[in-house]
Every structure is written in C-alpha cells, then in structure tokens.
C-alpha cells in the first residue's frame, strides 16, 4: 500500500508547484477544480477510500484527510495571496507617478491690453491725488452737450456725429467730458470742492469705420477744480502725466491754441516724438504728437454745474485713449485693437 502513501505525497508536490506558477485568480481556480472538483484528483482518491480494508482505512485515512485539508488552506492562501498583491499594485500605481512625463501645454489667458492700459493710467493719476470717476454712456443731450457751452443750434455740435436714440434728447456719449459736470454736480451737492479726477471710459460716433476711426473708441476726461488754478498746472499736469506714461525722463511738451467751447483758453498740447529724433511717420517727420486737447475750465460750465466761476477755476483735459494705447502699443489699425481675435491679443 506504499503505492498510495506515494500518490498522496505525489498529489501534494504537483498542487505545490502547480500553485507556485499560478499569477491569476483563473490560474487558481483551475487548480483548485482540478484537485478538489468532482472529477479532481484528491477527491478521487478520497472515493476511493470505501473499498479499502478495514487497516487501510485506519493508515490512509487520516492521511488523506490531511491531504485534502492541506490542499483546501493552500489554495485559499494563495487565492488571497493573490488578491492582496494586486491591490498592492493598484495603489501603488497611484502613489508613483512619472515626473518626467511631459504635460500638455497650460492655455493662459491675460488681461486686455486696455485693461492694461487704462490701470496704468489709472495708477498715475492716483499717485498725483486724482479719484476715479464714472459716468453713463447712454447720456442726455443736456450733459453731453448744454452743460458744456454747446446750446441747442451752437455750430461746435457738428464736432460731433452723434448716435442719438429712441428716446427723445437722449444719445450715446460723444465724450467722456459729460463726466465733468457730473462730478462738479455731486461735489456741490456734497459741499466737496475742491476735486481732482479722471474718468477713463468708451465714446461713441457716427463714422465710417477705417484703420484710425471707428465708431467706439475710448477717451480719458481729467478735471481739477480748486482755488487760483492756472494753465501752468494743466501743463505740468499734462507733461508728468506723458513722462510716466511713456517712461521717459525728459519729455518735451508744446502747446498750441485749440478751440473746444467747454474751455477758455483751450489748447492742443503735443509731446515730442517718443519713436524718433528726426521725424517718422508716426509723427508724420514733424517730431511732435498731438496727445492731449485741454483748457482752463469755461466760467458757464462751472456756473451750469453750480460753481461760483469768481470764487472756483479749474483745468479740463480729455484725450484719446484709444490713440494714446495704439501709440503706446504701436498698433496701426484700431479695428485690432476691437476685434478679439486671440491671435492679435495674445501679442501681449
Ligand atoms: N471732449 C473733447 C473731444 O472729445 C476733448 C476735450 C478737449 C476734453 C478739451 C476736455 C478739454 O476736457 O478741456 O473732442
């Protein structure tokens, strides 16, 4: 009977190396049928057990029983074994990443080169003491226009081509100076004088769309109302202001007369060009720039504001900030500067 002693030590030594080669829980399974099924080795055997003598049964028996016990518990084990070691895998797959794979290009966006702009200029007229103002787009031809000393049927109202609207005496503002008087207004009212501020924002006008027009385009109003204001406070005002602007330790300015109805005396002031020495076609080979239209500020405009123009003066100026950024930027045509097209903006 060593011949079954035999095959029960044969049986184990193949599940042992059986299970030794198994990496998945199909690998196992199999096994396991193929020992333990109803047609398995080990569960053959152990049929087998009835027809032996009464000795035999006494020897084998408990024999087999281990066999089968054993063989129950290792693959069990190593099902578990197996379990554990795959999620195992699974996390540390999570823990170890690859640093030196590349990644996808970051898509990054910025702020408008108005934006920009306009905080750059906001910045400068802070340091110097200056509140930023707002005022309306859609305006009534009252601050737009009779505030500022241009009454109904005055000539100087074909200076502007005027969106007007639906509703009557109403009009998308040709200009930020409209914001003048509201700011004189407030401060009367709230017996603020004197007051010193800017009032970036958009301007509307019915032209024909070309490289340098288009029918928005942004300005930037100044005012300052105080006691014996004079003209040399405008021009210093003006040239700090460029200087900083366009980064420059010496800047010239020239002033010549310029008419606007809302100031007396007006002027056009220019700066020297910020490109060239000797002429260039940014300053059309004259050297200076025409940037910055002002004036001290009419006495019927503060009157029509409520300002006594014995007792109060002040200086106004507004200039184009569209110009000023296209200038700055060295933009040649205002319809890319309004476009949106990334491909222009991300220039910047
Ligand atoms: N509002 C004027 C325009 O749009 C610009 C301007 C000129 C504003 C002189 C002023 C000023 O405040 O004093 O053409």
Same mark, same amino acid.
Do not use: Y
């Given at each position: 009977m060593s011949t079954l002693k035999n095959t029960i030590d044969t049986i184990q030594q193949e599940l042992t190396a059986k299970l030794a080669a198994a990496h998945t829980q199909k690998d196992v399974e199999d096994i396991r049928i193929a020992f333990?099924?109803?047609?398995g080795s080990i569960t053959e055997l152990l049929g087998a %057990?009835?027809?032996?003598s009464i000795e035999d049964k006494k020897e084998f028996g408990p024999l087999l029983q281990q066999l089968r016990q054993n063989a129950e518990a290792s693959i069990n084990q190593h099902k578990n074994a197996l379990l554990e070691a795959q999620a195992q895998a699974a996390l540390n797959k999570q823990k170890h990443?690859?640093?030196t794979a590349t990644l996808p290009a970051a898509v990054r966006g910025h702020l408008h080169p108005y934006t920009h702009f306009i905080q750059e200029i906001q910045d400068i007229f802070l340091s110097m003491g200056y509140e930023i103002w707002d005022g309306p787009e859609f305006e009534t031809d009252f601050y737009n226009f009779t505030a500022l000393?241009?009454?109904?049927?005055?000539?100087?109202?074909?200076m502007y081509d005027t969106f007007w609207?639906?509703?009557?005496?109403? %009009?998308?503002?040709?200009?930020?100076?409209?914001v003048q008087i509201r700011a004189i207004e407030k401060a009367v009212k709230e017996n603020k004088l004197p007051i010193a501020g800017i009032a970036p924002g958009r301007t509307y006008r019915h032209e024909a769309v070309d490289a340098s027009h288009d029918f928005m385009f942004m300005q930037c109003e100044g005012l300052l109302i105080d006691k014996?204001?004079?003209?040399a406070n405008l021009f210093a005002t003006a040239q700090t202001f460029l200087k900083r602007l366009f980064k420059k330790d010496e800047l010239d300015i020239r002033i010549r007369p310029g008419f606007f109805?809302?100031?007396?005396?007006g002027f056009e002031i220019d700066m020297r060009c910020?490109?060239?020495?000797s002429g260039c076609s940014v300053c059309k080979q004259s050297t200076w720039i025409e940037v910055f239209p002002g004036g001290l500020v009419h006495p019927n405009v503060l009157k029509a504001a409520g300002v006594n123009p014995d007792e109060y003066s002040g200086f106004a100026f507004g200039f184009g900030l569209t110009r000023l950024a296209m200038l700055k930027y060295g933009i040649d045509d205002i319809r890319l500067l309004h476009s949106g097209k990334i491909k222009f903006l991300e220039q910047f």
């Open positions: 333990m099924g109803k047609k %057990l009835k027809d032996l990443f690859d640093v000393n241009i009454p109904q049927d005055h000539p100087a109202r074909d609207t639906d509703k009557p005496g109403h %009009l998308l503002r040709t200009h930020t100076s409209p014996n204001v004079t003209i109805p809302f100031v007396e005396p910020v490109f060239c020495k």
